[in-house]
RNA sequence: GUCCCCAUCGUCUAGUGGCCCAGGACAACGCCCUUUCACGGCGUCGACGCCGGUUCAAACCCGGCUGGGGACGCCA
């Protein structure tokens, strides 16, 4: 078996969204599965836009995903003696040149051949004048001016592209920096990388980066290309389609485990399978069955899958995630903490987020008298005389044994049958009592938990108020 | 405008010439379970964009059309 060596190459000039995301979890895959190596690149070349913060929330997010890398990250901005001896290579075998055109020039030559229906590219004007360096200049490529530029894409099949179609790129700008294609094919090069995967929307960068590769007399990586992921709408992600960076979803309470699931299968498939773990994911992912086609984001069925995996994970381990979200909803207020683990494994069934759970678990945690009650389902359940029911079954469990759920739920029981009452009379109100709203858990369960003490009291507190 | 890519239920997809009058999952809807809300179970709705070929046979191969997306920077 071949080595494998894969790169995610994030510019930092935002955070890590979910479609570089899907593109990265690919390229770990793609390398973890044939025991290769994945490297992170960041290119800052963009001085302007790129920050180091940026940088940092996409590193964090790699590992909140669980994508370990390997070796060092490579910086392209601490590269440029490496891009521009290339360059210079290139000058001196006569595969670039200099070229004085202003960009003004060059706009003006693109716009006509628009005008005329053509590609609009450069002239090439330059390639023959023998500038040479100097104030303003920059180096192009002197690409070949006949044949077609052939390769194999992984995901896409063979990609056909005539050189008429391409210009004589610029390599190094006039300020002495290389441009993205030129340093690309450098550090892909020089980092061994075997595999490119990335985004659709760099296919037609490919032509031009295997132009410089054969330039340069270097082997050609295999490309893959991944199709974009679309808003639910089919058009282009964009702020309006919501929550795109996976830092938010991290925020919303999503589980790392379950983000990954959704995104590969977005695009890769496995048969009917909808469950992976990443591990299981690394013995199938082989960089076959990828999709050509651009697939459209669900949040609907991200959601169910996070439900999926919020069930699967321990009580224990559930409680310890979802208190920073219960922490954040009580803003530093105290509340009743032992009771979390407990409430967790109550709740944890009718939440789909972290932060849904976290919302859901507030009721059981507050003391009594902070326990906030629905209106409308005060006003459903406070019917007829519903607390005369509270009254009672509050007198029957103060002096219950044990107070445990199955001995409450057969309490209730006896109530309901001796009282030749119907169980819609007496749960609803005793349900409000307790959490305040008309739905949730089993109730014996929720008082078990409460305890004899704060169920007690919060009868109580209902029949008062 | 030019070039490149794509095309199965609303969505994610299975399907590589006969097993498909197309299977699974999410969503929707219905029923069951249930003291509630969920979970779960069962079921319903629902797709091969169109037109031509090739073939005994096409969702699968070929061509055209239509539709969608992407790219055409001294951005990445």
Known sequence: MTKVVTRFAPSPTGHLHIGGAR????????ARHFGGQYFLRIEDTDVERSRQEYTDSILASMLWLGLDWDGELVYQTQRTDLYNAYVDTLLASGHAYWCACTPDEVDAMREDARAKGLKPRYDGRCRTRNVGPGEGHCVRLKAPLTGRVVFDDL?????????????????RRSDGMPTYNMAVVVDDYEMGVTHVIRGDDHVSNTPKQILIYEALGLPLPRFGHVPMILGPDKQKLSKRHGARAVIEYQQDGLLPQALVNYLVRLGWSHGDQELFSLEELKTLFDGTSLNAAPSAFDPDKLHWLNAQYLRATPAAELAALTKPFVDAAFGGKAYAAERLEGAVGLYRERANSLVELAAA????????????????????????????????????FAVLT?????????????YVEQGGFKFKQVGPPVRLALTGSLGGPHLPDVMALLGREESLARLDALCAG
């Open 23 to 30: 593109t990265a979890i690919f390229c770990w895959l793609l």
């Open 155 to 171: 995901v896409k099949g063979t990609i056909a592209v005539d050189v008429a179609e391409l210009d004589d790129m610029i390599l």
């Open 361 to 396: 678990v507030q009721s059981l945690l507050v003391t009594a008298a902070d326990l906030v009650f629905d209106p409308a389902a005060k006003a459903k359940a406070l019917k007829d005389n519903a607390l005369t029911h509270v009254a009672a079954l509050r007198a029957a």
């Open 402 to 414: 044990p107070f445990d759920a199955p001995t409450l739920e057969a309490c209730m029981h006896t």
